[in-house]
């Protein structure tokens, strides 16, 4: 049986990575002839952080990288043709989408909403087998229970809006094999974007002061569920051959859900491809979280203790004083900057160069809420998590790889 054609839009500064590493490991055998990798980062040399890893992959035979401007429909188009005597791509991953929390409405929706648009139509056109959309957690989900996939959440900020939107307009193009996987919390080798990323940094340098790191969040739950880029790159293969063999009418029977309008109605007209506020738009849709019932206590106390150290809430008192403060960003930041500053630095062997910050911005600062059940995506697809927990084991594969290619400080105690 002949392997697969597979074609990745974007993802590059994100998760794009770990599925290339799932599809053509470095030791094993591919699961696909071809896979083409297209975002609009140079890899020779990288304008993103790309680990240490994927340099690598792009020598093998079977990986090639395109840098493009995703912008442009016609550009799009060209990116679906495949290699001289290769066969049409099968799966297109589509991992677009403007990831920076503080971005414009018209940022968002030209660079979320338009670009996963003109794919998905392309990818109708070119009646791709399975079209794999990335949805990252930029929702906020009640406290209690976890949440699936019928249920009426909200997204968040004007990100969750329009990556929200940019889901009902991919549902509304007939004929595409469309899968939506919806994500927690990011986290793995290589991966140097997101919450948990920078929430490790943080903690190191805690430990590495021996003072316990503080949330301005009191200790209630706030499920802030967890989700290894290994399952993310299994997650999305899962779902893509699922869909392959059913086509969307089947796989709306079997896994269909209705994508709630949550936008101003009176955008409907400006924005190119906005489905109406009252269609009814039906798409297959997963989440995806570990099993590990996350919260922000108990990534902050997996973390800390991984560095020798405790993680605390400012008591009632300081935390008032604290938000009171317009400059609460910078003043919060000043002390833990200060320290990766000096670990990098003081780091033998040293550390010219980091992807890495302990710089938290407002995003990272704020409390954010998402429980998200899994059971659908494991009853359906069948699919089993490489990663359940988050735990020492995930970090310290994590710490210990950003240790060998130069990327973490390595001092002495």
């Known amino acids: 049986m002949s392997l697969p054609n597979v074609l990745v839009f974007g993802g590059l500064n994100t998760c794009s990575r770990a599925l290339v590493t799932f ?88 660079r979320t909403c338009h670009v996963a648009r003109m794919i998905g139509l392309e990818a109708a056109k070119r009646k791709v087998k399975a079209y794999v959309r990335l949805q ?135 924005v190119d491809g906005m489905p109406p506020a009252d269609k009814k738009l039906v798409a297959p849709m997963f989440n995806l979280v570990d099993n590990s019932d996350s919260t922000l206590l108990s990534v902050g106390q997996t973390a800390t203790s991984f560095f020798g150290t405790s993680f605390e809430f400012f008591n009632l008192v300081e935390n008032t004083v604290l938000k009171l403060k317009s400059d609460v960003v910078e003043e919060i930041n000043e002390h833990h900057v200060g320290g990766w500053t000096e670990m990098i630095t003081t780091s033998n062997p040293p550390i010219p160069n980091t992807p890495l910050s302990a710089y938290l911005d407002q995003y990272a600062l704020q409390k954010h809420i998402v429980a998200f059940n899994n059971s659908k995506m494991l009853e359906v697809t069948g699919y089993k998590l490489k990663k359940p927990q988050f735990d020492h084991e995930t970090l310290k594969e994590v710490v210990e790889k950003w240790k060998e290619e130069g990327s973490w400080p390595i001092v002495n105690a």
């Not at 549902?171 to 997101?194: C, H, Q, S």
Request: proline letters at 7%.
């Open 23 to 110: 599809l053509v490991p470095l030791d094993g055998e591919p699961l696909v002839s071809h896979v083409r990798v297209v975002d609009k980062f140079s890899v020779e040399p990288p304008t993103t952080y790309i680990g240490a890893e994927f340099p690598k992959l792009l020598k093998k035979p079977q990986v090639e990288y395109r840098q493009a401007n995703l912008t442009v429909a016609a550009t799009i188009a060209s990116m679906f043709d495949p290699p001289e005597g290769q066969s049409a791509y099968d799966y297109v991953f589509d991992f677009t989408g403007e990831v920076q929390f503080e971005r414009t409405e018209m940022i968002q929706i030209d």
């Open 136 to 270: 990252h957690p930029f929702y906020e989900t009640p406290t209690k229970g976890s949440h699936d996939e019928k249920e009426d959440i909200k997204p968040d900020g004007v990100a969750g809006t329009w990556w929200h939107e940019t889901l009902r307009m991919l549902a509304a193009i007939e004929d595409l094999n469309l899968v939506i996987l919806r994500i927690g919390f990011v986290y793995g080798p290589y991966t140097n974007w997101g919450k948990i990323a920078s929430a490790l940094t943080v903690a190191a340098v805690y430990g590495h002061m021996k003072k316990p790191m503080k949330s301005m969040w009191s200790p209630g739950k706030n499920p802030t569920h967890t989700i290894h880029t290994e399952d993310v790159a299994g997650g999305m293969w899962a779902c893509a051959q699922w869909m392959a063999p059913l086509g969307r009418k089947a796989a709306d029977s079997l896994a269909g859900e209705i994508i709630l309008f949550h936008n101003d109605k009176s955008k409907v007209g400006g």
